[in-house]
């Protein structure tokens, strides 16, 4: 079983919400965010994936200019699970949603700097 399990994702109409939960395993990371930035990255099919959000153990966050806001990323440390709100929801938001992270990450939204990944959950808008 992974360390990573997301869930949330969904059908949903154009302009509506959803949100996403990354629970991270009880043995993740040894228990230490020293460094760790988690966030969610999104494929869709035929394209690269491509970084979305990301939230560094300090709190700050880093957007991809697609979805700057529309989505917020967040982090309940006690109950070990990363969200991802997305709210105005748009067709072109279509895709597998992967939860991802990584330590001592430098550029924040680029996919090979993290080493750990969830299945992911599939994000499907409708017009």
């Known amino acids: 079983q992974g360390q990573l399990a997301e869930s949330g994702g969904g059908s949903v109409q154009a302009g509506g919400s959803l949100r996403l939960s990354c629970l991270l395993s009880?043995?993740?990371?040894?228990?230490?965010?020293?460094?760790?930035?988690m966030g969610w990255f999104r494929q869709a099919p035929g394209m690269e994936r491509e970084g979305v959000a990301v939230?560094?153990?300090?709190?700050?966050?880093y957007y991809s200019d697609s979805v700057k806001g529309r989505f917020t990323i967040s982090k309940d440390n006690a109950k070990k699970t990363l969200y991802l709100q997305m709210n105005n929801l748009k067709v072109e938001d279509t895709a597998m949603y992967y939860c991802?992270?990584?330590?001592?990450?430098?550029?924040?939204?680029?996919?090979?700097?993290?080493?750990?990944w969830g299945q992911g959950t599939q994000v499907t808008v409708s017009s």
């Open positions: 991802a992270a990584g330590r001592w990450v430098a550029d924040k939204l680029r996919e090979i700097e993290y080493t750990s």
């Open positions: 009880a043995t993740f990371s040894g228990g230490s965010d020293r460094g760790l930035s």
């Open positions: 939230v560094d153990s300090d709190g700050t966050a």
